[in-house]
């Protein structure tokens, strides 16, 4: 089996579905998709034609993932959670030759009803909190919340707040993992060993 697809969903022909991926009730995937290995599409997703899904990403209900969204490996999307992908819509006025591309990184969460504008990067396993609007780039590791969206912490890859400054230089080992993580210059890494 390359995949388990619900009877009530509709995959368009030329979609690429990876290995032990699920794709559940009424969702729709066009057929130029290119979803990875091992990804979860909960009740009612839409996946636009010019979408890439990496592996392992999982995508609440009620998300549509359109044209010109990439999500790389690993990517929380949870319920009820907004892409866009014109900056500027009208009913009347045609713009499909405006869309802006959106990049998620790996790791990354976009928590349940968050709105993320077209155009930003989300840097590796950011946390944009629960009903955030997204309209600028989002550090790696990067906890941000509210409207407009802003940095208040920085998130363990595990997925806990860490004991550092938002601004400044600092570093600290997760409690969970052992990872130790260096924020210098406004830039938090994880350290090997």
Known sequence: MAHYQ?????????A???EGSRVWHFVHVC????????????????V????????????????????????EEGVFCGPSMVFT????????????????????????????NCTIVCGVTIGEFAFVGAGAVVNRDVSAYALVVGVPAR??????????????????????????????YVLAGGVLTRQEG
């Open 31 to 46: 057929g130029g998709a290119r979803i990875g290995a091992g990804v979860s599409l909960g009740q009612n997703v839409f």
């Open 6 to 14: 619900h009877p009530s969903a509709i995959v368009d022909d030329g």
């Open 151 to 180: 940095q208040v912490a920085w998130m363990s890859e595990f997925g806990e707040r860490l004991d550092l400054p938002v601004q400044g230089d600092g570093e600290t080992v997760c409690p969970h993992t052992g990872a130790r």
């Open 85 to 112: 992908n014109v900056v500027n819509p009208r009913g009347l006025i045609e713009r499909k030759d405006q869309y802006r591309d959106t990049l998620v990184k790996r790791g990354a969460t976009l928590g349940a």
């Open 16 to 18: 690429q579905i990876g």
């Open 48 to 71: 636009g034609n010019r979408v890439l899904i990496g592996d392992r990403c999982k995508i609440q209900n009620n998300v549509s993932v359109y044209d010109n969204v990439t999500l």
